[in-house]
């Protein structure tokens, strides 16, 4: 009539431990594979890379080299001239940029063009950097509810 208590085993404790090993298994294995693929475990005894020479009859284009990563306008201590935080990357593997044309643009809401401005950033970017440079302005005109900042041209030089 009395039989003795059957001890109760914990069967889903087994099947996340294997859940785990087998998590842990392939994020090792993908790390391998990663490492392995890109290149990441691997070491040169390059000590720089081979110099590229530009093609020939390949002319510089700072429009198409020269990308704006960032660009913030902000005023002045006195808040009549706008100020540029520009951020450029020379996506060129061959040329260095330097003197770099730039015009900028505000405008109304309704797209009419309130004021313009060309000048010439001091700033010069080897192939494949970024540069920041800051940009005082025009006054910066009442009214404007955008503006934008483009590159015009470059002064290059092979690298």
Request: charged share 20%.
């Given at each position: 009539?009395?039989?003795?208590?059957?001890?109760?085993?914990?069967?889903g404790s087994k099947g996340v431990l294997i859940?785990?090993?087998?998590?842990?298994?392939?994020a090792l294995v993908g790390g391998g594979l990663y490492l392995?693929?890109?290149g990441g475990g691997t070491t040169t005894t390059e000590s720089a890379p081979?110099?590229?020479?530009?093609?020939?009859?390949?002319?510089?284009?700072?429009?198409?080299?020269?990308?704006?990563?960032?660009?913030?306008?902000?005023?002045?201590?006195?808040?009549?001239?706008?100020?540029?935080?520009?951020?450029?990357?020379?996506?060129?593997?061959?040329?260095?940029?330097?003197?770099?044309?730039?015009?900028t643009t505000y405008a109304r809401a309704d797209n009419s063009i309130l004021a313009q401005n060309r000048g010439t950033a001091t700033v010069t970017i080897a192939p494949g950097?970024?540069?920041?440079?800051?940009?005082?302005?025009?006054?910066y005109p009442a009214g404007t509810a955008w503006y934008r900042f483009r590159i015009l041209d470059a002064s290059s030089s092979v690298q």
């Amino acid at each position: 009539m009395f039989e003795s208590p059957v001890e109760k085993q914990k069967s889903g404790s087994k099947g996340v431990l294997i859940g785990v090993v087998i998590v842990a298994v392939l994020a090792l294995v993908g790390g391998g594979l990663y490492l392995h693929y890109a290149g990441g475990g691997t070491t040169t005894t390059e000590s720089a890379p081979a110099k590229v020479a530009p093609a020939p009859g390949q002319k510089a284009d700072p429009v198409h080299d020269l990308r704006v990563v960032s660009a913030k306008m902000d005023k002045d201590p006195t808040g009549t001239t706008a100020v540029w935080l520009v951020e450029i990357k020379n996506q060129s593997q061959v040329y260095t940029y330097s003197k770099i044309a730039y015009e900028t643009t505000y405008a109304r809401a309704d797209n009419s063009i309130l004021a313009q401005n060309r000048g010439t950033a001091t700033v010069t970017i080897a192939p494949g950097e970024d540069q920041n440079a800051q940009i005082s302005d025009t006054l910066y005109p009442a009214g404007t509810a955008w503006y934008r900042f483009r590159i015009l041209d470059a002064s290059s030089s092979v690298q």
